[in-house]
């Protein structure tokens, strides 16, 4: 390499910001996908985030990972800046593979919350060269009922997401967060309700029609199920019973915390991919 050339595969020597490492557009399945891809020389670590949010949900658990550890963050199909399309949970997964696939990643350690953490459950179980292991945060083999996903996607059809903006917030985060943080609340709601409601509803229905309980069986990495007390969406009990149906799962409780623990407890959920990427080494 070129003396002052920077080695590509070296860590950033940057302040961990999400986006530093560029915004980057690619379709390697069909669907234009906006991502962020950072180099670095430990195990990788991929994050898949949350019906109606996009990867800005992981900023402060990037910022507590440090600049060794190469990155993968998505906007999944119709959220944020990528591109709207037919959508299952098997296409939501086959889109991660294609990032991957793309930046030549392999052996990751998988971060998914709720629609997230589904995902992660099926590239485990398509691609398991993909995966390491798992930290499946605020999720479950199956989430809600038929009845359930069809009476929101009526509504956000007819009103539009704003409609059910207020008890989503309340379940995606603590009341102690809500009450002390309301400029970031007013924020996170403006990520929601920017959603395009036609890409919000797809992914409504790749969650009413998934089940991945054969998939959980089937996992063989280390994985840590993770829960926050005050969940409304995926209540604690919904992370025992997927633990007990992932082979070795570990089970965790952050208390007083809601449906995205990686915005109200971004350091513990760094701390626990670290001590998950330290079993797997
Ligand atoms: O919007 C919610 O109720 C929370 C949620 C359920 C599935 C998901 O990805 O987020």
Known sequence: MASGARDPRAAPAGNGDVTEAGLRFAAPNGAVLHHVVRPGPNRPVVFANSLGTDL???????AGLGPQTPLLLWDKRGH???EEGPVDMATHAADLAGLMD????????VCGVSVGGMIALQLAADRPDL??????SNTGHRIGDAATWNARIETVEREG??????PILERWLGPEYRASNPAQMAGWRAMLTRTPAAGYTATCRAIRDADLTEAARGITVPTLCLAGSV????????LRDLAELV???AYRCLEGVGHLPSIERPAEVAQMLKDLAERIA
């Open 56 to 62: 800005r949900i992981w900023q402060a658990v990037v």
């Open 247 to 249: 082979p070795g799962a």
């Open 102 to 109: 793309l930046h030549g990643l392999t052996d990751a350690l």
């Open 80 to 82: 944020g800046l990528s």
């Open 161 to 166: 997401i704003a409609a059910i903006a207020d």
């Open 231 to 238: 969940d409304g969406a995926t209540p604690p009990q919904l």
């Open 131 to 136: 995966v390491a292991g798992l930290l499946l």
